[in-house]
């Protein structure tokens, strides 16, 4: 057996990477693409390693031969490779590889250990290593059957959107027998390339052959094995993340992202905080179906969108104002005016953030479960002159939930004593204490002048990438200078068709609450059957949860992110917390029992 990198390419989406030196040579975490793909070929006791190089060959090659490693390798150089594709690279080595089984490999490519292991195990005698299509993906794929064969090679001319749930990519690895090369491969790769010249891909020598016969190459399934493929800076940072030296040093890079999750292999977001019930497929195709329009057309501007809200809400447009998510909002309305503003700790910190330290007055409950009620706040602020407060309400990140009559009651305190409130109701729609818990309502904006009301749609509405909230009060001057402060297309064409339509799906979003408050009581119940883990009542999408044994919240954090793909918000170190503690997201049922069993694992030892 032998092994075969493909690295003669210009690698020209790298930009600067590769002004000097080759795609292969770019660095993952200290350790070059071309290093590490040797050192794993080393391990496997190789008759030697081919690499078939083009672009800045004489640096390749001077480098590869300072890597120590014990198997041969054997350098074959494509000089045209800026005139030819990879078909010719791999013609170049046609003598090599039929005189040897072959793993074939593109250099631009980082995979865990674990690949070439089942590629090697694998009792199939020519392959090519496939993975379940996802959405971060792009180049060749194929279609399997329930055999492991391939029934046919789709390039980028043929891929149909409409069908991604039935393909496989491509890893770009492939193991051919020496058989196979000089009987099959290589006469229809001549054949093709005289009808076609040198200028094509190698994939559609394969694509050719399976359409002969689709038993000669078989699909190897990698699942779970972590792999990604290096095109451009983009796919450089994932890259990065995804194999840091250490599971400490991913989670961190993992947490300095702050979204983009999707472009993760199978790993699974408890961290950000969404409606997983919503939006309804039959809206997904609404909005799908609109996307070519949405794209080409210009969106409306504040004053539209504030009405389709408004018109939703039934409360006047000139009382509202649409932001691009609640954070546009929360910063515009934050920076505009001086004087004390109360916080309560632990808290979502896109408030404070925008103060001054002077400008906080922070109230810790007092209570072990960060419970707190409208008394408790009254009493506190009563002898803590503030200006404004601000109250989550179900609060983030406990969960905390103050009554509706009690929040009344607060406004009403407030207002004689000239505090206005920001009520951040962007949980809300998740509260089942009771039937109508929200004060969104134009006649309760009208009587009260110092209530202002903040709702992200994006977490109650499973949009955040439609990035969509909005800001209520009767205060029309405040309104009218955050309309001025924020730019006229704010919302994208997606929010705003979003907002357009949504009202015709209030039943299936009534539907889809019900159905949320049905699986957080089961989520809870399941977590609280796991050892040394304390599950805190929440009125939210969350819980936040406390570790009472010997392992803390970054290391829960840490194994559950390296060992099982799930990404949870570890909130030690963060204000108003003395302990361990950790924020889970409520998810479907099949994730909830993913976590619930990964926690059972790593605590109940």
């Given amino acids: 057996m032998q092994g075969l990198i493909l690295a003669a390419g210009l690698g020209s989406r790298m930009k600067e ?17 071309i290093e590490r793909m040797l050192r794993q070929l080393d391990n496997l006791d190789l008759e030697r390693i ?65 690949l070439l292991d089942e590629v090697i195990a694998s009792d199939f005698k020519n392959l090519a290593v496939v993975s379940k299509f996802e959405s971060w993906m792009d180049g060749t794929v194929v279609k399997i059957d329930e055999n492991n064969n391939i029934t046919d090679f789709i390039d980028k001319k043929r891929f149909n959107f409409n069908e991604t749930r039935s393909y496989y990519k491509t890893v770009n690895i492939y193991k051919f027998s020496k058989e196979f090369s ?80 999707w472009r993760y292999p199978k790993v699974i977001d408890f961290c950000y905080l969404v409606n997983p019930f919503y939006p309804p497929k039959r809206m997904v195709d609404e909005m ?56 309560i700790a632990p ?52 969960g905390n939930y103050i009554p509706k009559s009690d929040v009344i009651t607060l406004l009403e305190w407030a207002k004689v004593h000239e505090i206005t409130i920001i009520l951040d109701e962007s949980f809300n729609d998740f509260v089942d204490f009771e039937e109508v818990p929200s004060l969104i309502d134009r006649d309760i904006l009208m009587e009260h002048t110092n209530l202002i009301i903040i709702k992200s749609i994006s977490k109650s509405f499973g949009v955040p990438g439609v990035r969509l909230g909005f800001l209520m009060t009767s205060d029309e001057s405040l309104v009218s200078y955050i ?22 799906y209030k039943k299936d979003y009534q539907s889809a609450l019900d159905l949320f408050y049905k699986i957080r009581k089961d989520f ?28 803390s919240a970054r290391e829960l954090a840490t194994i559950l992110l390296d060992q099982d793909k799930i990404f949870i918000k570890d909130l030690s170190g963060k204000d108003g917390f ?12 099949d994730e909830n029992k993913k976590i619930v069993e990964a926690l059972k694992r790593i605590l109940n030892y």
């Fill in 17 to 33: 990477y590769t002004k000097n030196t080759t795609k292969s040579m770019v660095e993952v975490n200290g350790k070059s693409l």
């Fill in 50 to 114: 081919v690499i078939v190089d083009g672009y800045k060959y004489d640096v390749m090659e001077e480098y590869v031969k300072s890597i120590q490693i014990k198997t041969p390798v054997v350098f074959v150089t494509n000089h045209d490779y800026d005139k030819t594709n990879n078909i010719y690279s791999v013609y170049l080595a046609k003598e090599l590889m039929c005189q040897e089984d072959t793993i074939l490999l593109e250099s631009d490519l980082i995979f865990a250990d674990q």
């Fill in 182 to 261: 000089k009987s099959i491969y290589f006469p229809f790769l001549e054949a093709q390339m005289s009808a076609f010249g040198k200028n094509e891909y190698y994939e559609t020598t394969l694509k050719t052959i399976t359409q002969f016969d689709a038993t000669l190459v078989k699909a190897l399934d990698i699942e779970d094995v972590p792999w990604y493929e290096i095109d451009d800076l983009q796919d450089l940072d994932v890259a990065s993340s995804l194999f840091n030296t250490t599971p400490s040093k991913k989670l961190d890079a993992f947490q300095q992202r702050y979204g983009g999750y």
């Fill in 288 to 343: 799908k179906s609109n996307m070519e329009r949405l794209i080409i057309d210009y969106p409306s501007g504040l004053k539209v969108n504030s009405s389709l809200v408004g018109k939703y809400y039934n409360v006047p447009e000139k009382h509202v104002v649409v932001g691009n998510g609640a954070a546009e909002l929360i910063k515009s309305l934050m920076e505009k005016n001086g004087g004390k503003y109360g916080i």
């Fill in 347 to 398: 808290t979502f910190e896109e408030y404070p953030n925008r103060l001054t330290k002077d400008q906080i007055v922070k109230y810790y409950p007092k209570d072990k479960n960060f419970q707190y009620t409208a008394t408790d706040i009254m009493d506190f602020y009563s002898e803590n002159p503030i200006d404004y407060l601000v109250l989550i309400n179900p609060d983030n990140p406990t």
């Fill in 483 to 504: 309309k001025s402060d924020v730019s006229i297309w704010n919302i994208n064409s997606f929010g705003e068709f979003f907002l357009q339509i949504f009202e015709k």
């Fill in 524 to 551: 809870h119940m399941a977590m609280a059957e796991v050892s040394d883990f304390e599950v805190i009542d929440s009125q939210a999408n969350y819980f936040t949860c406390r570790l009472t044994g010997s392992v």
């Fill in 578 to 589: 003395d302990g361990e503690y950790v924020r889970i997201a409520v998810k479907k049922s």
